[in-house]
């Protein structure tokens, strides 16, 4: 008998692009967040991807204190595979984004591969009542926001992080950032396995069409040939159609309502949980398994839990 694929499966459970007037399940204080990633970890996830949030209002807050409030809890109640962004926020600089993930050196970091728009301001169509002031200012003033990633902002993510032995999710969110990771490669600063996390359905980047999504898996192949794993998000309503064209054609997958609020048409996911539980039955009911968080850091070669500093 051929071995069972296995498929790791990432939750991303509170985010900096939703706020919280938006869903009342949207995890925003530290035990919120904490209890999230329990969830998620319980439910069946590998990774779990981390944000942290101011608890009176749920504004992003990329304050190392915010995250010693919750990490530390995660590590004691799961064995998943913390990943710490430094995206934070569009509206954040490098050096606070940053800041965490110095820090507490995790397994793995996220790691955005180009400056882009990132328009969220659509979204106040949908959501008009906000509860908090900076909910609108913030949506709106991604009309004219730019996320900022350099590649002097790339290396020196990765120089700063590298004594650490962190490794990255590689966020794509087009063609073009592919290529960079690909020059990154190739100065050694970036090492295989790579772990490309391609994002599909934000305004500003690439679209989620199916052909996109085959387009940036071709070019990942073509690039990186057989020294990457591929996983894909797909934001709002193409959660699940881009996870499920991603497991079927050999990738990964994230979940969280960092990237969709939603767990079907019209109806709010009540959990993170419930999402990772929708993935894991969709790639069971395909004949393979959601990799263990042990299963994982041996496809990612991590470091593991034991060298990280939380």
Same mark, same amino acid.
């Given at each position: 008998?051929?071995?069972?694929?296995?498929?790791?499966?990432?939750?991303?459970? #509170?985010?900096?692009?939703?706020?919280?007037?938006?869903?009342?399940?949207?995890?925003?204080?530290?035990?919120? &967040?904490?209890?999230?990633? &329990?969830?998620?970890?319980?439910? *069946?996830?590998?990774?779990?991807?981390?944000?942290?949030?101011?608890?009176?209002?749920?504004?992003?807050?990329?304050?190392?204190?915010? =995250?010693?409030? =919750?990490?530390? /809890? &995660?590590?004691?109640?799961?064995?998943?595979?913390? !990943?710490? +962004?430094? %995206?934070?926020?569009? +509206?954040?600089?490098?050096?606070?984004?940053?800041?965490?993930?110095?820090?507490?050196?995790?397994?793995?970091?996220?790691?955005?591969?180009?400056?882009? !728009?990132?328009?969220?301001?659509?979204?106040?169509?949908? $959501?008009?009542?906000?509860?908090?002031?900076?909910?609108?200012?913030?949506?709106?003033?991604?009309?004219?926001?730019?996320? @900022?990633?350099?590649? *002097?902002?790339?290396?020196?993510?990765? +120089? #700063?992080?590298?004594? !650490?032995?962190?490794? $990255?999710?590689?966020?794509?969110?087009?063609?073009?950032?592919?290529?960079?990771?690909?020059? =990154?490669?190739?100065?050694?600063?970036?090492?295989?396995? /790579?772990?490309?996390?391609?994002?599909? *359905?934000?305004? %500003? *980047? &690439?679209?989620?069409?199916?052909?996109?999504?085959?387009?940036?898996?071709?070019?990942?192949?073509?690039?990186?040939?057989?020294?990457?794993?591929?996983?894909?998000?797909?934001?709002?309503?193409?959660?699940?159609?881009?996870?499920?064209?991603?497991?079927?054609?050999?990738?990964?997958?994230?979940? %969280?309502?960092?990237?969709?609020?939603?767990?079907?048409?019209?109806?709010?996911?009540?959990? !993170?949980?419930?999402?990772?539980?929708?993935? @894991?039955?969709?790639?069971?009911?395909? %004949?393979?398994?959601?990799?263990?968080?042990?299963?994982?850091?041996?496809?990612?070669?991590?470091?593991?839990?034991?060298?990280?500093? $939380?």
């Amino acid at each position: 008998m051929p071995k069972t694929r296995k498929v790791i499966v990432t939750c991303a459970v #509170t985010g900096s692009i939703h706020t919280p007037s938006m869903s009342p399940y949207l995890p925003v204080t530290p035990q919120d &967040i904490a209890d999230a990633a &329990i969830g998620a970890a319980e439910a *069946g996830a590998s990774i779990v991807h981390l944000h942290a949030r101011d608890p009176q209002d749920g504004a992003p807050d990329q304050s190392p204190e915010r =995250f010693a409030e =919750f990490l530390p /809890i &995660i590590k004691q109640r799961t064995d998943c595979v913390v !990943n710490i +962004t430094t %995206g934070g926020a569009s +509206t954040m600089t490098i050096e606070e984004r940053l800041r965490p993930v110095a820090q507490f050196k995790p397994e793995v970091a996220s790691l955005n591969m180009g400056s882009m !728009n990132f328009g969220l301001y659509p979204m106040l169509d949908r $959501f008009p009542d906000l509860e908090h002031a900076w909910e609108r200012a913030y949506l709106e003033g991604s009309r004219d926001r730019i996320f @900022r990633n350099t590649l *002097g902002d790339i290396e020196n993510i990765l +120089t #700063t992080c590298a004594e !650490n032995d962190t490794r $990255f999710e590689v966020e794509c969110y087009d063609i073009g950032h592919l290529y960079t990771c690909a020059h =990154f490669v190739e100065r050694g600063l970036i090492k295989p396995p /790579i772990f490309i996390q391609s994002v599909f *359905g934000i305004l %500003g *980047g &690439i679209g989620a069409h199916p052909e996109d999504v085959t387009h940036m898996k071709r070019t990942a192949d073509r690039l990186f040939g057989e020294d990457y794993q591929w996983s894909v998000l797909g934001a709002g309503r193409n959660q699940m159609p881009v996870a499920l064209q991603s497991v079927l054609i050999g990738g990964h997958l994230r979940v %969280g309502l960092e990237d969709s609020l939603w767990a079907g048409p019209g109806r709010l996911a009540k959990s !993170n949980a419930e999402q990772v539980t929708l993935a @894991r039955q969709m790639v069971e009911s395909l %004949g393979m398994e959601v990799a263990t968080p042990d299963e994982a850091r041996d496809m990612l070669n991590l470091k593991g839990a034991d060298r990280v500093a $939380f």
